[in-house]
Nanobody
Framework: QLQASGGGLVQAGGSLRLSCAAS????????MGWFRQSSGKERELVAG????????YYADSVKGRFTISRNRDHNTLYLQMNNLRPEDTAVYYC?????????????????WGQGTLVTVSS
């Protein structure tokens, strides 16, 4: 129901754009989020967006570098990542919230994409 794509290998300072295609049934009136998980660490919310797209959240570590957006007509979620750093290396997951807005807890999300690997070399 969620298909993430756009990951890859990039040098520090580079950019990537992640996409997450969702079926209308799973996300049109729900908040969504991008999480990431690196080796040995817990999955964390990187960016979240409400159902209308007019309320967003960013983790402090990505503020000013990442931008989350959604196209409700095409049921697609995006994460534009600029000025990437080696510490951004992780598997990135998109997820659909149970409510109309984003949340930081993984338990607040009902559907998950399969993950896409982002590797940033120094």
């Amino acid at each position: 129901q969620l298909q993430a794509s756009g990951g890859g290998l990039v040098q520090a300072g580079g950019s990537l754009r992640l996409s997450c295609a969702a079926s209308r049934r799973t996300n049109s009136n729900n908040g969504m989020g991008w999480f990431r998980q690196s080796s040995g660490k817990e999955r964390e919310l990187v960016a979240g967006i409400n159902w209308r797209g007019d309320s967003t959240y960013y983790a402090d570590s990505v503020k000013g570098r990442f931008t989350i957006s959604r196209n409700r007509d095409h049921n697609t979620l995006y994460l534009q990542m600029n000025n990437l750093r080696p510490e951004d290396t992780a598997v990135y997951y998109c997820a659909t919230a149970r409510s109309a807005t984003w949340a930081r807890a993984t338990s607040a999300y009902q559907y998950w994409g399969q993950g896409t690997l982002v590797t940033v070399s120094s």
